[in-house]
Structure formats: C-alpha cells, structure tokens
C-alpha cells in the first residue's frame, strides 16, 4: 500500500459477500437431499400466489422433513403487511 | 491402515492439483508411503505439477483396462523414495473410468502397504469428481475466499455427506477439512476479501490450513516442484503446517497478517 492508497477509498466488499453466501448457502441447504423438483416446484409456486399477492421471493420456504418414516413436505408464505 | 483421500473443490482453478501435489510430498517427506492419484480424465495435469510428465507410460484407465499392471503404471518420484503418481489418461471417453475399476486399484494400493492415498478431482461434480470422493475417508476442499468458489464448495459438502461409499453404507462420514488457498491478509485486512473466520462460519468445517496468495505457486507449476519444496516460501510453510495437522498435530494458523514491511516500502508502495 503506496501514500496514494490511503487517498483511495477501498470498498469493504468481504461483509456484502458474507451476507451473500450465508443466506443462498442457507437456501440451497434446506432443498438438498431432497428430490430435485424442489427448487422448480418453488419457483412455480412463487409465480402462482404472485399471481394473486405481490409476494417477495424470499417469502417462500419449502422444507422437506422426515419424521418416522414420513416425508412431510413444508410450505411456509409469509405475506406482506397490510 | 490406509488413508484415502481427496482432494476437492467443485470450482476449477482454486489449487486442487498444486494442493494434491504438496500434500502428498509434504506426507512422503514424513516418511509415509503415498501414492498421489489424478482422476482428472482427459485433461492430465499432476504429472506436470509434480515435473514427472516425460515419464508418463501407463496411465490410470490403462491399469483398469488391464493393458498393464499397476506397478508399471506407478512413477516414482525422484525426490522422495515413498511417492508414487499415477497419471490421468489423455483419452475423451469419460466412461473409461468405472467404480469397480477405481476400487480395484484402490485395493491393490491398499494390500501394497500405501499410508496414504491422494485423489487428486476434477472440477465439476460430474463423473470423474463423483469417482474421485467416492470411495474417501477424508476430503479437504479447497476454497479460495471469493463467492462462487464458497458457493461450489458447500454444493461439494453436501455430496461428500450423501454420494460417497461411506454415506450410502452408513459408515462415519468422511472426515472434512477446509484449505484456504490464495489468501490475501493484506486485502483482508482491508475488508476487500472475506477472512478465514468468514469463510469458516459460512460452511462449518475445521480449518486444515491457510495458504497465502504468492508468486512462489506459478514458480513451481513452472519448474515442476511441488510448492512444498520451496523452502523459502511461505507457501511451502503452510502446507507444511496443513500437513502435520492431517497427521494430528495442533498448531496456531499462520501467514493470516500481512508481513510487516519498512517505512519506505509502505510509504512509496512495493
């Protein structure tokens, strides 16, 4: 780092990739190990009830459990506020 | 007993071979018995890091075809008496790598007495990488701190959790080590590129070793050695270090500040 680097503004850009990575990561997590629809069932999903509510992308949440030999598949919309 | 590891990343380009090669020179140094595999088919590439191009006979799909032993297929190093490499073959036909085959060999290595087994993967999550984990006890992914890199690696984690012989047979999990390549402190310290603390939140696996960005890499890539060997290198350092933790030892990480420089240096750049 010379005298002029310290004139030049750096962009702290590592904390925007953190956030990134932590929340897609997180997302990509909850579908894996399940069947492969999951990630296109939720984008068809997503395009029906925008059809109706003005929804945001992430207020989907598709999770795939299973409990005592059960598969229960999880659908969870959070609707914006009035 | 024998140890097979692999060597991954989903990325390409993040140091999946330079880190095959000195992990594997870096254990044969110790005096374990290592053979440093490429399932890299089609695109053969360890021979060059390791400088032993110009010897390549027989290759990986050769031995499993049956056109040659495995001993004849084997190139010992000229550097260390306990390292053997066996080459990827040139051929386009992806197929020519069958489990059954790979798991022969493996076993033939095995029986051999080899410490350690080093597979070197492909980029990708196709065939050739699915092969190279398939049959692994440990796995070190290799990361570079950078988003599409972190990104592919955790898809690589998940794999390594579902698609290997140790989670289809429900066996203890392959044992997973984060390697942090190309890390730059000073751009760390600068909030330009995540840290290894960031890197290590985001997918939750034990930090192996952090090797620091440097020049010493293409140097070595260039003359054929194996960065490990670059006594000089800080490079070399780390992956020293990343070896003895993969033996068992603690020790603190190193190279994660930026080497103090003089007045002069930081005042005019350099």
Not at chain 1, 8 to 30: G, M, N
Not at chain 1, 55 to 61: G, L, M, S
Not at chain 2, 47 to 68: A, H, K, P, S, T
Request: with cysteine; charged share 30%; glycine share 8%.
């Amino acid at each position: 780092m010379g005298l002029l680097a310290l004139f030049r503004r750096t962009p702290r850009t590592a904390s925007v990739a953190k956030e990134r990575l932590r929340i897609i990561v997180a997302q990509e997590r909850s579908t894996r190990g399940g069947p492969d629809y999951l990630p296109l069932l939720r984008r068809e999903l997503l395009e029906v009830i925008r059809k109706y509510v003005n929804v945001d992308p992430d207020a989907i949440q598709i999770n795939l459990e299973r409990e005592d030999g059960q598969e229960v598949l999880e659908l969870s919309v959070a609707l914006p506020g009035k | 007993m024998t140890e097979i590891i692999v060597v991954t990343s989903g990325k390409g380009g993040v140091g999946k071979t330079t880190t095959s090669a000195s992990i594997a020179c870096g254990l044969a140094r110790r005096g374990k018995r290592v053979a440093v595999l490429d399932f890299d088919i089609g695109l053969r590439n360890l021979d060059l890091i390791m400088g032993c191009e110009r010897r390549v006979v027989y290759d990986f799909v050769n031995v499993i075809q049956g056109d040659c032993t495995l001993k004849q297929a084997l190139i010992k190093d000229k550097r260390l008496e306990t390292l053997f490499v066996l080459a990827a073959s040139q051929t386009r036909d992806k197929d020519a790598l069958a489990p059954e085959g790979v798991r022969r060999v493996l076993d033939e290595l095995i029986a051999d007495g080899f410490d350690y087994i080093i597979c070197d993967s492909p980029a990708g999550i196709e065939k050739g990488a699915h092969l190279a984990m398939y049959y692994a006890d440990r796995a070190i992914v290799v990361v570079n701190p950078e988003v599409s890199s972190v990104r592919d690696s955790d898809r690589v984690l998940g794999l390594l959790a579902s698609k290997t012989a140790r989670a289809e047979r429900g066996e203890s999990p392959v044992q997973e080590h984060l390697l942090l390549t190309r890390y730059s402190p000073r751009r760390v310290a600068t909030g330009e590129m995540m840290s290894v603390e960031d890197v290590k939140e985001i997918l939750g696996i034990d930090v192996l070793g952090v090797i620091p960005e440097s020049q010493d890499v293409l140097s070595a890539s260039n003359a054929g050695t194996p960065v490990i060997l670059n006594e000089d290198s800080d490079v070399a350092s780390a992956y020293e270090d990343a070896v003895m933790r993969l033996l068992g030892e603690t020790l603190p990480l190193r190279f994660l500040e930026e080497p103090r420089k003089g007045f002069f240096a930081r005042m005019f750049g350099g």
